[in-house]
Nanobody
Framework: QVQLVESGGGLVQAGASLRLSCAAS????????IGWFRQAPGKEREFVAG???????????YYADSVKGRFTISRDNAKDTAYLQMNSLKPEDTAVYSC????????????????????WGQGTQVTVSS
């Protein structure tokens, strides 16, 4: 049974940086695709970034327009962990951030919808003050 555990959230001022971690257990991580989502109070969960397995040891990263150029998704397969580096944080980035996993087949299809992922972490709060 796959489990995902996030960490790294917190309270920061606008312009600061945070790095979120998503530690996976229970399956082979190298072929597992990870997505980061966030949900602010009163809003729907939205896609932030994804890193999908495309075959072999190749991965593709993709981002929501709202975070492109500020956030970077990465992974360390030796540690079974994915990361979301968030720079130049803005108050509108305030939300609960969750990582999600999907055992998608090799390829370049990008997955943006929450219902496409089958395993979720518990979430971590990110609060950005102005």
């Amino acid at each position: 049974q796959v489990q995902l555990v996030e960490s790294g959230g917190g309270l920061v001022q606008a312009g600061a940086s945070l790095r979120l971690s998503c530690a996976a257990s229970g399956r082979t991580f190298i072929t597992y695709s990870i997505g980061w989502f966030r949900q602010a109070p009163g809003k729907e969960r939205e896609f932030v970034a994804g890193i999908r397995w495309s075959g072999g040891i190749t991965y593709y990263a993709y981002y929501a327009d709202s975070v492109k150029g500020r956030f970077t998704i990465s992974r360390d397969n030796a540690k079974d962990t994915a990361y979301l580096q968030m720079n130049s944080l803005k108050p509108e980035d305030t939300a609960v951030y969750s990582c999600a996993g999907g055992g998608f087949p090799a390829g370049r299809t990008y997955y943006y919808r929450p219902d496409e992922y089958d395993v979720w972490g518990q979430g971590t709060q990110v609060t950005v003050s102005s």
